[in-house]
């Protein structure tokens, strides 16, 4: 069966850190940009960070640059993204998504638009 699956979220405090992780069954996610969005209880899905699929480019949300870094983990075959300096405005259900139309593709994008492929979603919520 092909499918994506998040892990990694749960409840941290204002400043805190989280690392999520994505994982792909049925294909091999290395090979294939993926891209990371969120999206909070009553607003658009937005994207958060992207990554290519042999190690170039990878771009960020504003909200989220100089916080969250995104990486490869070959020897999991995950892409995984940390979360630091957590604040409350990002909590939200996290979603990762691979393009499986981008064979290789060496670059990725934080809209949503050419990703097929994308998980349930975990949940991250930064409070007190």
């Known amino acids: 069966q092909v499918q994506v699956v998040e892990s ?4 941290v ?20 940009p993926v891209g990371w969005f969120r999206q909070a ?24 640059k100089g916080r969250f870094t995104v990486f490869r983990d070959y020897t999991k075959t995950t892409v995984v993204l940390e979360l630091n300096s957590l604040k409350p405005e990002d909590t939200a259900t996290y979603f990762c998504a691979a393009d499986t139309k981008s064979y290789f593709g060496s670059d990725c994008t934080i809209l949503p638009t050419p ?13 007190s």
């Not at 209880?41 to 989220?64: L, T």
Request: with cysteine; hydrophobic share 20%; glycine share 18%.
């Open 8 to 11: 990694g979220g749960g409840l």
């Open 13 to 32: 405090q204002p400043g805190g850190s989280l690392r999520l992780s994505c994982e792909a069954s049925g294909f091999p996610l290395d090979y294939y």
């Open 41 to 64: 209880p009553g607003k658009e899905r937005e994207g958060v960070s992207c990554i290519s699929s042999n190690d170039g480019p990878r771009y960020y949300a504003d909200s989220v």
């Open 115 to 127: 990703y097929d492929y994308w998980g349930q979603g975990t949940q991250v919520t930064v409070s």
